[in-house]
């Protein structure tokens, strides 16, 4: 009788979720008739599929230095828990997603306890743009990074950190939801009439900064082109807040809330003004050209400063090694500035044509990997776990 393959999961929250999930199923296919079984830290789905929880993923689902310290004590008795257990449990592979704060730690642990398990973290934590130390520092406990972005394995191996392979952006495969039917497309193509995309952030303190400026700016575009349709996707834990902002601008957008909506929205917008982000790829592979701020304290900003070396923070803008999506930080993200560029976005014209040709390369480049990025994670894993077994090499 073939002996179950053992896998054990550290997901720290719900984005890591979703990727622990596609991975859970791609590995079961691609093993059958083979059983899978796992353990290690997950959310209701993960458990649904099979896990079987070393302890509740919310004891460490904590965002924020103050909530984080807050709960210090349970995090590291956490950590040592999940450590104890996943030794314990002697998997094939123990595979942490994003959340490095936890899953690293907890990894460091388990390889110090039982050096044979081979170790890979899935979501390259963001040390080409800031602590660039702990590239090094993972290489010992970590045998493989699987990166999201194509960027990511030429700059872990200039930093001296662990193997790092590409296997692509689950975002690869959604692009079907970003892109615009026939209806929509003719939406996009109105000039006079156009969808404005309003993204202010998923964090508190980025509403708090950008929502006033967003909406000076905003109230500059519609005065221009009065028959423009602000649409703002607001995550729904910060729904009350931003209704509140948005109530005292002079020009109110229309508030929707939900992936569904969101994704409706992006089918149909002619261009967006978007905090720094995640979302600024979702729209490069939405093809909506976009204006990027980010405003924070200035305390924030002057550590951001000191911390972060690189000449663009916009991944589409790493991801083409130029600059194509605009970008205003702090006292540079002005509401005229804000609007100048965005107008210029909505209309035919170089600014709007340029971003659209750096999006297509970025497609290109993004889709390099093939279409199913948890194939590739799946693969790399299974690959991994065969060098290391007997007689194979130990370490990266």
Known sequence: MTTPFRLAIVAGEASGDALALRFLETLRRRLAPREVIVTGVGGEALIAAGLTPLFPQADIAVMGFGPVVARLPLLLRRMEDAARGITRFAPDLLLTIDAPDFGLRVAKKVRARAPDIAIAHWVCPSVWAW??????????????????????????????????????????????????????????????????????????SEVRHLMPVFGEAVARVAAMRPGARFVLPAVSHLH??????????????????????????????????????????????????????????????????????????I??????????????????????????????????????????????????????????????????????VASRGPGGPRGG
């Open 240 to 313: 009350d807040e931003i209704a509140q902002a948005a109530s005292g601008w002079a020009h109110r957008p229309e508030i929707v809330t939900g992936e569904a909506a969101k994704l409706t929205a992006f089918r149909s917008a002619r261009a967006a003004l978007a905090a720094s982000g995640t979302v600024t790829l979702e729209l490069a592979l939405a093809q909506v050209p976009t204006v990027a701020a980010y405003r924070g304290a200035g305390w924030e900003a002057a550590i951001a400063r000191r911390l972060i070396k690189l000449p663009s923070v």
């Open 315 to 384: 991944l589409p803008n790493l991801i083409l090694g130029r600059s194509v999506v605009p970008e205003f930080i702090q006292e540079d993200a002005t509401a005229q500035t804000l609007a100048d560029r965005l107008e210029a976005a909505l209309a035919e014209g170089e600014d709007r044509h340029r971003q659209l040709a750096g999006f297509a390369e970025v497609e290109a480049i993004m889709r390099s990997a093939g279409e199913s990025p948890a194939a590739n994670a799946v693969e790399a894993a299974l690959a991994l």
């Open 131 to 204: 602590r660039s130390g702990r590239a090094r520092r993972m290489k010992p406990h970590v045998d493989r990074i699987l990166a999201l972005l194509p960027f990511e394995p030429a700059a872990l191996e200039r930093l001296q950190g662990p193997p790092t392979i590409y296997v692509g952006h689950p975002l690869i495969e959604r692009l079907d939801e970003l892109r615009p039917d026939a209806a929509e497309s003719a939406r996009r193509a109105d000039a006079a009439s156009p969808v404005v995309l309003v993204l202010p952030g998923s964090r508190r």
